[in-house]
């Protein structure tokens, strides 16, 4: 888990040769037609070059074509530049009424288009497939009923007669759009695999009181999950404290997943350092159900030999007879254009996930963290992505976090812009069940600071109760 986030965005637009141009139309919420300026600050939220993320993607597998490509155009909100002239996919933070999401809007070709509409009726035409696989009964009937009220408004966008009116019926249409796919996102827990687990993070030993108040986030419906950060791996104190909390886990049924080693600490080590630090975990917490090899990779601050790094730690987990059985789990740092376009998380898992890496790696998770790296309403296109290019993984969701003291707001929201303990009680809920709620499913959320949101007073209020409510209806 990185602690400040980092930006490495060159900001200016890179224009592409040899394409055709598609032209963008945005409208305020006057109904007024926007800008790049105007666009750029939404997209933002204020907050200037920093919150530029666009990208343009490729519509399958969301590996980046173009960074930044957005550039200013005469008449409307803004173009781009599509190579070749073909279809392809634009990304960008966006606001509905729920919060930002990773707008994902697929632009056919040239010419002029409504972005909003665009971006609908790519939520629109990709729910079937994951409504049609619900089971029968009051939830489902809601999402259809949502469906039906998108189909209604992307009909009228087809009959405005200019470009303004157009984009006004196009925000009225990512709005129903993005409210189907939530509440498809949230209905689609009653998927969830059998053996997947709801999980928690430790990141300090807890006290047999609370190890018996986070189990309770499985409800009894759902095996619960703890992933253990450890500081000093040489520290013999340190080590019989998760001793005892693997024990105490073990007792309740709980699966124990250990950090080989956090983010923000592993490129300060080098190789003898990291490989003295894998073998003192190994040797010390043997009873572990799994390991995370590596955490939050593609993050810009991990260092060159990372990759390198995880393999050796992976190797050397399944060549220890204590360890050999264990599941072996890899955290990707989700974000689509927030940082470099080289570390977007489906062009660097494609690019540097090495054929040595997938052999030993189990599952790959993603790190997210909403309020740096927005993920909203693209969630399911973008675990399902990452599960059609790793198809011998699992996948999972192996780090979620919202607010906490010493992490940097960043500029976007999620639930709410206001209500800290409304945001992260949205954010838990939504993300628990989009990546719980699918074929190979391994685990979600894996909540940073659990224990710290837990206490009376903390700032966002507790998780627990979300969760638990989430395994309640897993699997139904």
């Known amino acids: 888990m990185v602690l400040a986030h980092r930006r490495t965005r060159a900001g200016e637009t890179d224009r592409t040769d040899g394409g055709g141009a598609a032209r963008l139309d945005v409208v305020d919420g006057s109904g007024d037609l926007l800008d790049l300026e105007g666009l750029r600050r939404i997209q933002s939220n204020g907050a200037g070059r920093d919150g530029w993320d666009d990208q343009l993607l490729t519509t399958d597998t969301l590996e980046v074509l173009t960074h930044s490509p957005l550039y200013e155009d005469e008449e409307a909100s803004a173009a781009v530049d599509l190579p070749d002239g073909r279809p392809a996919t634009l990304t960008l933070s966006w606001p509905t009424s729920h919060g930002y999401s990773a707008l994902l809007a697929d632009i056919p070709g040239p010419g002029r288009h409504c972005l909003a509409e665009l971006a609908a009726r790519a939520l629109h035409e990709r729910q079937p497939p994951r409504l049609t696989a619900l089971p029968a009964g009051r939830t489902r009937a809601d999402v259809e009923s949502m469906r039906e009220r998108t189909s209604t408004v992307l009909e009228e966008c087809a009959e405005a007669v200019d470009p303004v009116e157009r984009a006004v019926r196009g925000t009225r249409a990512l709005e129903a759009a993005a409210t189907a796919q939530l509440a498809l996102d949230e209905a689609c827990r009653a998927l969830v695999p059998g053996d997947a687990v709801i999980g928690v993070t430790f990141t300090e030993p807890p006290d047999p009181d609370q190890v018996i108040e986070a189990t309770g986030v499985g409800a009894g419906r759902r095996r619960m999950a703890a992933r253990i950060v450890v500081d000093d791996a040489h520290d013999a104190d340190e080590l019989d404290s998760w001793r005892s909390t693997i024990a105490a886990l073990h007792t309740v049924d709980a699966l124990v997943l250990v950090q080989v080693c956090d983010s923000r600490a592993m490129a300060d080590l080098d190789s003898h350092q990291w490989d003295a630090r894998v073998s003192a975990l190994i040797a010390g917490l043997p009873e572990a159900d799994a390991w995370e090899v590596g955490n939050e990779l593609g993050g ?7 990759v390198d790094k995880t393999v050796r730690a992976a190797r050397a987990v399944r060549a220890d007879p204590a360890t050999a059985g264990a599941a072996t789990v890899v955290t990707l740092y989700y974000q689509l254009g927030q940082e470099s376009a080289e570390a977007s998380v489906l062009s660097w898992a494609r690019r540097r ?11 790959l998770g993603l790190s997210v963290y909403p309020q740096w790296h ?7 296109r973008v675990i399902s992505a990452l599960a059609e290019a790793f198809p011998d993984q699992r996948v999972a969701l192996t780090e979620l976090g919202y607010g906490g003291d010493d ?19 949205a954010t838990a809920r939504h993300l628990t069940s989009a990546a719980l709620g699918r074929e190979g499913s391994w685990g979600a959320p894996f909540w940073w600071y659990y224990l710290q949101d837990e206490r009376p007073g903390a700032p966002g209020g507790p998780v627990s109760g979300v969760l638990a409510s989430v395994a309640r209806d897993a699997g139904r």
């Open 300 to 306: 810009s601050w991990l260092g060159d030999d990372v």
């Open 353 to 363: 996930l090495t054929p040595e890496l997938l052999a030993v790696t189990d599952v």
């Open 374 to 380: 927005p993920l909203g309403t693209g969630a399911d």
């Open 407 to 425: 992490l940097d707001p960043g500029p976007w929201w999620f639930g709410s812009a206001q209500d800290a303990a409304a945001a992260r009680a």
